[in-house]
């Protein structure tokens, strides 16, 4: 279940990320349709957010510091969810630019904000499981030995050299 839940949000981050990096100006244009942050803040996440998307993607479908990466992965989706709540409940009419496009839609057009909320929702439930749970044997973290164990089963069961509880 992890594995496919990196799968989801790491090939969900990586779509979004390499759409909008080969079209900078669309991606600050849509940062900026939000009116949330200043024009040269907006620019700044305009420019960043498809790379941290890609890496972050990437890492996440690899499996390579996975809990690092879907934390920022979650607090991406947060970061939407209160963007798109935002613009919503300000009666704004804007295209939300997640994969590409953005700025103002059309009087005709349907922002799709309930939709864009569920989805970013389920992403963040993804991020939330993979950060509870091992990244699976899948991942490179896994193969490396760097995913640790957070398995609640097996918690606090560990036994000391000596075969004393470590609790």
């Known amino acids: 279940m992890t594995t496919v839940a990196r799968l989801v949000l790491g090939v969900s981050l990586f779509v979004a990320g390499a759409i909008k990096i080969g079209a900078p100006a669309v991606s600050v244009q849509a940062v900026k349709a939000y009116q949330l942050l200043p024009d040269t803040m907006a620019t700044v996440v305009g ?3 498809p790379i941290v998307e890609i890496i972050v993607g990437i890492l996440l479908v690899l499996g390579l510091l996975t809990r690092p990466s879907a934390v920022v992965g979650g ?4 970061a939407f969810i209160v963007g798109i709540s935002s613009a919503w409940a300000r009666g704004l009419r804007i295209d939300c630019g ?3 496009g953005g700025g103002t839609v059309g009087a005709d057009q349907d ?3 309930i939709w864009e909320l569920l989805r970013d929702a389920g992403y963040l439930l993804c991020a939330a499981w993979i950060i509870y749970r091992p990244p699976g044997r899948f ?3 896994s193969a490396l030995g ?3 164990s957070r398995d609640p089963d097996t918690a606090g069961d560990e036994d000391d050299e000596d075969g004393s ?3």
Do not use: E, I, N, Q
């Not at 607090?75 to 947060?78: A, D, R, Y």
């Open 146 to 148: 760097l995913s640790g």
């Open 98 to 100: 997640c994969f590409g």
């Open 165 to 167: 509880d470590t609790d």
């Open 75 to 78: 607090v991406l989706m947060v």
């Open 111 to 113: 922002p799709g904000y």
């Open 47 to 49: 420019h960043g957010l």
């Open 139 to 141: 991942a490179m973290d």
